[in-house]
């Protein structure tokens, strides 16, 4: 690897970071922040300056902010990174061995390259259905949202789940299709889901498991027992697939994600951050792709720091973190909770809708989580998770 | 060169990564989590802390001006 032996960051002339959203700006602002001096390639394939996503399915879709408010940084603060910033610039190849970019038509060379191309929407087959990644989609959708007007959402995730909320508060007629039995159960839990999926039913969605979704077209959806549901628009929100297409061949290791080691690293010189990357979480002793916002930013911190230490690289060991707002519901979930054996509510209850749950897998306590409670008083199961604490042990922190 | 904390609140979405890096200049509302600055003209040896807070915060809610 050259410049191997050299201090932190030394051979190393020009980053190349491809993707400019949540994780690629927080590389490229923690380069400078380490007094990265060299040059900073940043590619991004959407024309929009670099914003968040969060808000579409929420502020955006329900007309309470306009696109403005989305931007990530004010242009001064983007200025001030002195960035070759490449804008409706799409990364088309990578060729390892002469550590070139390819652009299209063009290629740009780099002494350390940092991936964090995201995730693109699943689709079905059909015509008609919106789905929900960018500003664009967010808009087009929220167009469509009027008052009376039929939708079905198809997938009872976050992302479908936090719609139907949005587009139910507008008035209109909403029905949610999933195939499981019980919404989100893969990743909160059974019984989790279930409030989840009741809070819906309250508010007047049509919440309907156990169905596929087989096709969409302009006037409603195909399902897979032969009943069509008519619908005015479709929102199809059915999990995403990493954008890696353009590393395809190049020798990186692809695995529903690009596949890092504990130290964000994909190859010497090369780190993946964000949505894109799946990695080794040394905390969890797991591989993990999280699409989770406040990773994109650690991740992407983690990534661009271990290119400049290089021999000096940390591991990057986060928890997890995400929230999901619904009805005016606040969801927090700290750790991984993802393939959790048991979980169990250790605060408030499930029927009041204020409780916090605990996750176990194995004997350890792997995550928690909190609806309608006051945020803080997760921190110190937070910290527990962090702390990799035994299930056993995590009972003290119970309070009822 | 000094340093001054804007925050944006009605973007704030209560994730507390804030204090968590930058315990002396932010806490959280007890009762919705939303954070609040406690020190908006951090000292010099505060100020990476300040910036780590800037960068992680997942709402973009946390701006620096530079003065
Ligand atoms: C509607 C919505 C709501 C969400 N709500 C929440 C929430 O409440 N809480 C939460 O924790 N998370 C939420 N998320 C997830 C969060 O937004 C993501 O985890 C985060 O945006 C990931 O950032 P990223 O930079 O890794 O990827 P992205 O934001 O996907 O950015 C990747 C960028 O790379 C570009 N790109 C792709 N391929 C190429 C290429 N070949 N060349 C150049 N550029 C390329 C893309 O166009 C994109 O701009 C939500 C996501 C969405 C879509
Ligand atoms: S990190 Fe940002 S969103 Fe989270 S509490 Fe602090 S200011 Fe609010």
Known sequence: MPGGGDPPGGGVNRIVVVGACAAGLSAAEALRREKFGGKIVLVGEEIDAPYDRPPLSKQILASQWEAERLALRPAEQIAALELDLRLGVRATGLDLASRTVLLGDSSVEYDGLIVATGVRPRRLPGSGAH????????????????????????????????????????????????????????????????????????????????????????????????????????LVAVGSQPNTGWLEGSGLELDDGLVCDEFSAAAPGVYGAGDVARWHNPLFGVTMRVEHRTNAAEQGMAAARNLLRGSDARPFAPVPYFWSDQYGLKIQAHGYLRGHDAVEIVDGDLESRRFMAAYRTGDRLTGVLSLGMPPKAIRPWRQAVAAGTAWSVSETLTTR | MSLKVEFDEPKCVAAGQCVMVAPDLFDQRDEDGVAIVLDDSPSPDQYDEAREAAAVCPAAAIRLVEG
């Open chain 1, 131 to 234: 789905v929900l990644r960018t500003l664009a989609d967010a808009l087009a959708l929220r167009e469509r949202l009027k008052p009376g007007r039929r939708l079905a959402v198809v997938g009872a995730g976050f992302l479908g789940a936090e719609s139907a909320s949005v587009a139910r508060q507008l008035g209109c007629e909403v029905t949610l299709l999933e195939p499981a039995p019980v919404p989100l159960a893969q990743a909160v839990g059974v019984p989790v889901g279930e409030v989840l999926a009741q809070v819906h039913r309250d508010q007047g969605v049509c919440v309907r498991t156990g169905v596929t979704v087989t096709s969409t077209s302009p006037t409603g959806v195909q399902l897979g027992d032969g009943e069509f549901v008519t619908a005015d628009e479709v």
